[in-house]
């Protein structure tokens, strides 16, 4: 089985900052992107940002500037640092990495279960 664990999310002001974490472990072998979306109440979940094994970063222009994502290959974890938060920035923020199991050759999408973070003006 293949996990990932989230953690980070939390209650921020506005203008505030929070570092959120998510590690992949189990059965997951060459992970090529991993990401960060996130999903307001009443609204489709969305890209925040991806990352791929050479850390190209890619990031919707609502974070542009605001946040960035960082990943360590070797841990299998990718980190979204997010500052200058915004109250519309408050949603459940899901992990998602891309990544073959192992002894396979197949890429598959696996998910976290999700952290929230709340923006308070």
């Known amino acids: 089985q293949v996990q990932l664990v989230e953690s980070g999310g939390g209650l921020a002001q506005a203008g505030g900052s929070l570092r959120l974490s998510c590690e992949a472990s189990g059965s997951i072998s060459r992970i090529n992107v991993m990401g960060w979306y996130r999903q307001a109440p009443g609204k489709q979940r969305e890209l925040v940002a991806s990352?791929?094994?050479?850390?190209?970063?890619n990031y919707a222009d609502s974070v542009k500037g605001r946040f960035t994502i960082s990943r360590d290959n070797a841990k299998n974890t990718v980190y979204l640092q997010m500052n200058s938060l915004k109250p519309e920035d408050t949603a459940v923020y899901y992990c998602?990495?891309?990544?073959?199991?192992?002894?396979?050759?197949?890429?598959?999408?696996?998910w976290g279960q999700g952290t929230q973070v709340t923006v308070s003006s």
């Open positions: 998602n990495a891309l990544g073959t199991r192992v002894g396979g050759s197949l890429y598959y999408a696996y």
């Open positions: 990352i791929t094994t050479g850390s190209s970063g």
